[in-house]
Protein backbone atom coordinates (compact mmCIF):
# COMPACT_ATOMS: atom_id res chain seq x y z
CA UNK A 1 0.00 0.00 0.00
CA UNK A 2 1.81 3.20 -1.04
CA UNK A 3 1.14 6.06 1.56
CA UNK A 4 0.16 9.56 -0.06
CA UNK A 5 2.07 12.57 1.35
CA UNK A 6 0.31 14.98 2.48
CA UNK A 7 0.36 19.18 1.19
CA UNK A 8 -0.21 22.22 3.68
CA UNK A 9 -2.92 22.91 1.72
CA UNK A 10 -5.02 19.82 3.16
CA UNK A 11 -4.58 20.85 6.86
CA UNK A 12 -7.20 23.58 8.61
CA UNK A 13 -5.11 24.64 10.90
CA UNK A 14 -1.41 25.21 11.96
CA UNK A 15 0.71 25.69 15.09
CA UNK A 16 4.42 26.53 15.04
CA UNK A 17 6.91 24.72 17.16
CA UNK A 18 9.98 25.09 18.24
CA UNK A 19 12.62 22.01 17.82
CA UNK A 20 14.93 21.56 20.58
CA UNK A 21 18.41 20.21 21.27
CA UNK A 22 17.37 17.60 23.64
CA UNK A 23 14.94 16.62 20.75
CA UNK A 24 17.57 15.17 18.49
CA UNK A 25 18.57 11.59 18.61
CA UNK A 26 22.62 9.94 18.33
CA UNK A 27 21.58 10.06 14.92
CA UNK A 28 21.27 13.59 14.32
CA UNK A 29 17.57 14.07 13.74
CA UNK A 30 14.30 13.85 15.96
CA UNK A 31 13.37 11.18 17.34
CA UNK A 32 10.29 9.20 16.50
CA UNK A 33 8.60 9.76 20.16
CA UNK A 34 8.69 13.51 20.16
CA UNK A 35 6.72 13.72 16.88
CA UNK A 36 3.78 11.98 19.28
CA UNK A 37 4.27 14.99 21.48
CA UNK A 38 4.00 17.78 18.88
CA UNK A 39 0.53 15.43 17.60
CA UNK A 40 -0.89 16.04 21.66
CA UNK A 41 0.74 19.63 21.47
CA UNK A 42 -1.36 20.69 18.16
CA UNK A 43 -4.31 18.93 19.24
CA UNK A 44 -4.63 20.27 22.85
CA UNK A 45 -3.43 23.71 22.56
CA UNK A 46 -6.49 24.02 19.53
CA UNK A 47 -8.84 22.68 21.94
CA UNK A 48 -7.42 25.02 24.88
CA UNK A 49 -7.18 28.09 22.30
CA UNK A 50 -11.04 27.35 21.26
CA UNK A 51 -12.35 27.69 25.15
CA UNK A 52 -13.73 23.91 24.44
CA UNK A 53 -11.42 21.90 26.80
CA UNK A 54 -11.23 22.58 30.30
CA UNK A 55 -8.10 20.44 31.47
CA UNK A 56 -8.97 20.38 35.33
CA UNK A 57 -12.59 20.83 35.33
CA UNK A 58 -14.21 19.56 32.00
CA UNK A 59 -17.29 17.14 32.59
CA UNK A 60 -15.52 14.69 29.11
CA UNK A 61 -11.93 14.16 28.59
CA UNK A 62 -10.09 12.40 25.87
CA UNK A 63 -8.39 9.37 26.18
CA UNK A 64 -6.21 8.44 23.23
CA UNK A 65 -6.83 5.02 21.66
CA UNK A 66 -4.86 4.84 18.65
CA UNK A 67 -2.13 6.64 17.17
CA UNK A 68 0.21 6.44 13.93
CA UNK A 69 2.68 8.12 12.39
CA UNK A 70 5.10 8.02 9.23
CA UNK A 71 7.69 9.54 8.32
CA UNK A 72 8.79 11.20 4.94
CA UNK A 73 12.08 13.31 5.36
CA UNK A 74 14.05 14.32 8.61
CA UNK A 75 14.02 17.03 10.89
CA UNK A 76 16.47 18.02 13.03
CA UNK A 77 17.17 20.65 15.32
CA UNK A 78 17.07 23.60 14.74
CA UNK A 79 14.52 23.99 12.51
CA UNK A 80 11.39 25.72 12.63
CA UNK A 81 8.02 23.94 12.38
CA UNK A 82 4.81 23.65 11.77
CA UNK A 83 2.42 20.93 12.56
CA UNK A 84 -0.74 20.84 10.23
CA UNK A 85 -4.18 19.81 12.13
CA UNK A 86 -7.51 18.31 10.61
CA UNK A 87 -10.11 15.84 11.71
CA UNK A 88 -10.67 13.18 9.43
CA UNK A 89 -13.73 11.24 11.35
CA UNK A 90 -16.02 12.70 14.04
CA UNK A 91 -18.45 10.58 15.71
CA UNK A 92 -20.62 10.50 18.76
CA UNK A 93 -18.05 10.21 21.71
CA UNK A 94 -14.72 9.69 19.15
CA UNK A 95 -12.88 12.08 16.88
CA UNK A 96 -10.00 11.05 14.66
CA UNK A 97 -7.47 14.02 14.33
CA UNK A 98 -4.62 14.15 11.68
CA UNK A 99 -1.29 16.01 11.75
CA UNK A 100 1.11 16.91 9.35
CA UNK A 101 4.51 18.10 10.46
CA UNK A 102 5.98 20.73 7.70
CA UNK A 103 9.27 22.33 7.58
CA UNK A 104 9.62 25.80 7.23
CA UNK A 105 7.24 26.89 4.35
CA UNK A 106 7.83 23.61 2.82
CA UNK A 107 4.39 22.48 0.98
CA UNK A 108 5.04 18.62 1.31
CA UNK A 109 4.88 17.00 5.35
CA UNK A 110 8.10 15.59 6.62
CA UNK A 111 5.60 13.37 8.78
CA UNK A 112 1.77 13.04 9.06
CA UNK A 113 0.12 10.88 11.35
CA UNK A 114 -3.44 10.39 13.41
CA UNK A 115 -4.47 9.61 16.45
CA UNK A 116 -8.11 8.79 18.13
CA UNK A 117 -9.84 10.33 20.96
CA UNK A 118 -12.86 8.61 22.80
CA UNK A 119 -13.99 11.02 25.12
CA UNK A 120 -15.14 9.71 28.57
CA UNK A 121 -17.00 11.16 31.55
CA UNK A 122 -14.78 12.00 33.75
CA UNK A 123 -15.41 10.36 36.79
CA UNK A 124 -16.89 7.26 35.09
CA UNK A 125 -14.36 6.68 32.26
CA UNK A 126 -17.33 5.56 29.93
CA UNK A 127 -17.90 6.66 26.46
CA UNK A 128 -19.55 10.20 26.22
CA UNK A 129 -21.65 12.27 23.51
CA UNK A 130 -18.80 15.46 22.55
CA UNK A 131 -20.30 18.33 23.79
CA UNK A 132 -21.83 21.28 21.20
CA UNK A 133 -19.24 23.25 21.77
CA UNK A 134 -16.55 21.25 21.10
CA UNK A 135 -17.98 19.43 17.96
CA UNK A 136 -18.40 23.06 16.37
CA UNK A 137 -14.71 24.02 16.36
CA UNK A 138 -13.92 20.74 15.47
CA UNK A 139 -15.99 20.65 12.53
CA UNK A 140 -14.69 23.71 11.77
CA UNK A 141 -11.24 21.75 11.15
CA UNK A 142 -13.31 19.13 9.63
CA UNK A 143 -12.06 17.49 6.03
CA UNK A 144 -15.39 18.74 3.62
CA UNK A 145 -15.03 14.75 1.91
CA UNK A 146 -15.83 13.66 5.59
CA UNK A 147 -18.33 15.74 7.44
CA UNK A 148 -21.07 13.02 6.03
CA UNK A 149 -19.33 10.55 7.72
CA UNK A 150 -20.13 9.50 11.33
CA UNK A 151 -18.50 6.86 13.02
CA UNK A 152 -18.33 5.20 16.74
Not at 79 to 98: C, T, W
Request: net charge negative; hydrophobic share 40%; aromatic share 12%.
Amino acid sequence: MRIEVNKRSGYLHFQEITTRWMDNDAYGHVNNVIYYSWFDTVVNQFLIAHGVLNVDHGRVIGLVIETQCNYFAPVAFPDRIYAGLRVSKLGNSSVRYEVGIFRGDADVAAAQGHFIHVYVDRSTRRPAAIPGNMREVLESIQIESQKDTQHD
